[in-house]
């Protein structure tokens, strides 16, 4: 198990450190780091109203770009001079949680049964929560529906089932040139995830809900071998690709389908034939499923204000709240709030990427979750260009991600 506690701090993280002690002199100061450009929109009158409802405690906030953010509440918090409250990748969540970094953040029935299926499991592990989700995404498939018609086929039809994906995108690339379906191979961590919605739409699972790995199953090998089939029938290349990487290949019509999040919806080409359903289903599947990928705010310990950061955290993500900071950020609601049937009748794009929570399973959480992320994508691709045999390579990487759990 990686310790973080023992990673070495450079001349500008001790910079950083020095600037904190500062903040953190003040005991009723609620440091809060957020990942981006600028604070969240609505953020500031959330913030200003719960202190005001918090009398004696002053949130400052950070906005750190997306690249350094998580890094940055890392180092602080291994460095004995944590942040009160950050924005972290959930998958995040267990390694801090091993070097003793974060403190879990309590749940009540009522609160996690106030979110979709699956999604408190995003943030739980050892039967406690460590995170408050506060950003949430799934994918679906759009589809091209001029070059589904040049192909002959209906253009209101996306496929169903994965025979379906393979056999309209092999019509497509035979009857028009172009690729029928986008495949990510890249060494990116949208590899691992792109792969895990064949899991999740085939009922199969990586971690079973007692922590034992179940990686080498039947329906993650059938999930792996129908990866490596779709080659055939996507572009050129697909370890060169990351889905957002995609993205252009299908607003150009230079793919036929892709798997995307909602935000695509916005950036698709104005004279673009377009539609989205949910993702195709496996053999074993039992409907439409996704991967559901969380980010959360995690109270990192030592600050002295961890009851008032939990506190914050669970206002910031309220039911109200988090719906408002959903809509403003096109990102999938994290709970069925009455304003979400609206949102879905007055842009029904919206559905699909509904309709996979159900089936959908979280994205495992790991000790050492980069060397899971590493071995997962080393499978994929080594499948992909044809260097290794799916039931081979699937079984002896669960044997590796066992010394990562």
């Given at each position: 198990?990686?310790?973080?506690?023992?990673?070495?701090?450079?001349?500008?993280?001790?910079?950083?450190?020095?600037?904190?002690?500062?903040?953190?002199?003040?005991?009723?100061v609620?440091?809060m780091?957020?990942?981006?450009?600028?604070?969240a929109?609505?953020?500031?009158?959330?913030?200003?109203?719960?202190?005001k409802?918090?009398?004696?405690?002053?949130?400052?906030?950070?906005?750190?770009?997306?690249?350094?953010?998580?890094?940055?509440?890392?180092?602080?918090?291994?460095?004995?001079?944590?942040?009160?409250?950050?924005y972290?990748?959930?998958?995040?969540?267990?390694?801090?949680?091993?070097?003793?970094?974060?403190?879990?953040?309590?749940?009540?029935?009522?609160?996690?049964?106030?979110?979709?299926?699956?999604?408190?499991?995003?943030?739980?592990?050892?039967?406690?929560?460590w995170?408050?989700?506060?950003?949430?995404?799934?994918?679906?498939?759009?589809?091209n529906?001029?070059?589904?018609?040049?192909?002959?086929?209906?253009?209101?039809?996306?496929?169903?089932?994965?025979?379906e994906?393979?056999?309209?995108?092999?019509?497509?690339?035979?009857k028009?040139?172009?690729?029928?379906?986008?495949?990510?191979a890249k060494?990116?961590?949208?590899?691992?995830h792109?792969?895990?919605?064949?899991?999740?739409?085939?009922?199969g699972?990586v971690?079973?809900?007692?922590?034992n790995?179940?990686?080498?199953?039947?329906?993650?090998?059938?999930?792996?071998?129908?990866?490596?089939?779709?080659?055939?029938?996507?572009?050129?290349g697909p370890?060169?690709?990351?889905?957002?990487?995609?993205?252009?290949?299908?607003?150009?019509?230079?793919?036929?389908?892709?798997e995307?999040?909602?935000?695509?919806?916005?950036?698709?080409?104005?004279?673009?034939?377009?539609?989205?359903a949910?993702?195709?289903?496996?053999p074993?599947?039992?409907?439409?499923?996704?991967?559901?990928?969380?980010d959360?705010?995690?109270v990192?310990?030592?600050?002295?204000?961890?009851?008032?950061?939990i506190?914050?955290?669970?206002?910031?993500?309220?039911?109200?709240?988090?719906?408002?900071?959903e809509?403003?950020?096109?990102?999938?609601?994290l709970?069925?709030?009455?304003?979400?049937?609206?949102?879905?009748?007055?842009?029904?794009?919206?559905?699909?990427?509904?309709?996979?929570i159900?089936?959908?399973?979280?994205?495992?959480?790991?000790?050492?979750?980069?060397?899971?992320?590493?071995?997962?994508?080393?499978?994929?691709?080594?499948?992909?260009?044809?260097?290794?045999?799916?039931a081979?390579?699937?079984?002896?990487?669960?044997?590796?991600?066992?010394?990562?759990k």
């Amino acid at each position: 198990m990686p310790d973080l506690k023992k990673l070495s701090l450079g001349v500008a993280t001790l910079a950083l450190l020095a600037s904190a002690s500062v903040a953190s002199a003040e005991d009723k100061v609620v440091s809060m780091i957020q990942c981006g450009d600028e604070l969240a929109e609505g953020y500031d009158g959330f913030i200003a109203e719960w202190e005001k409802n918090n009398p004696g405690y002053k949130v400052e906030t950070e906005v750190v770009g997306w690249g350094q953010c998580q890094d940055k509440a890392t180092n602080l918090a291994v460095a004995g001079t944590p942040i009160a409250l950050a924005y972290m990748g959930s998958r995040t969540l267990k390694q801090l949680s091993e070097n003793g970094l974060i403190v879990p953040i309590p749940m009540s029935e009522e609160e996690k049964a106030s979110y979709y299926p699956h999604i408190v499991d995003t943030v739980t592990f050892d039967g406690a929560q460590w995170g408050v989700p506060v950003a949430f995404s799934t994918k679906a498939l759009y589809w091209n529906k001029d070059l589904f018609e040049q192909a002959g086929l209906d253009p209101e039809t996306p496929p169903k089932t994965w025979q379906e994906l393979y056999d309209m995108a092999a019509t497509i690339k035979e009857k028009t040139g172009t690729p029928g379906f986008g495949l990510t191979a890249k060494s990116f961590d949208n590899t691992m995830h792109q792969y895990l919605h064949w899991v999740y739409t085939n009922n199969g699972q990586v971690i079973d809900a007692d922590g034992n790995i179940v990686l080498d199953s039947p329906q993650n090998l059938e999930a792996l071998e129908w990866y490596g089939k779709m080659v055939d029938v996507s572009e050129e290349g697909p370890t060169a690709y990351e889905q957002d990487e995609l993205t252009p290949l299908f607003n150009d019509a230079q793919v036929a389908m892709i798997e995307q999040g909602p935000w695509v919806r916005n950036r698709v080409n104005d004279d673009l034939n377009w539609g989205v359903a949910p993702l195709p289903v496996g053999p074993q599947g039992k409907g439409p499923g996704t991967l559901l990928i969380t980010d959360s705010m995690a109270v990192f310990d030592g600050s002295g204000v961890e009851e008032q950061a939990i506190s914050l955290a669970k206002w910031l993500t309220n039911p109200d709240n988090q719906f408002y900071y959903e809509k403003t950020h096109g990102l999938t609601p994290l709970r069925p709030v009455a304003g979400v049937q609206e949102m879905v009748e007055e842009d029904p794009t919206w559905a699909p990427f509904l309709d996979g929570i159900e089936f959908g399973g979280p994205e495992p959480l790991f000790t050492d979750y980069q060397a899971f992320q590493n071995a997962m994508v080393d499978m994929v691709q080594s499948v992909v260009i044809g260097s290794a045999e799916p039931a081979e390579i699937l079984s002896s990487t669960a044997a590796e991600i066992e010394e990562y759990k």
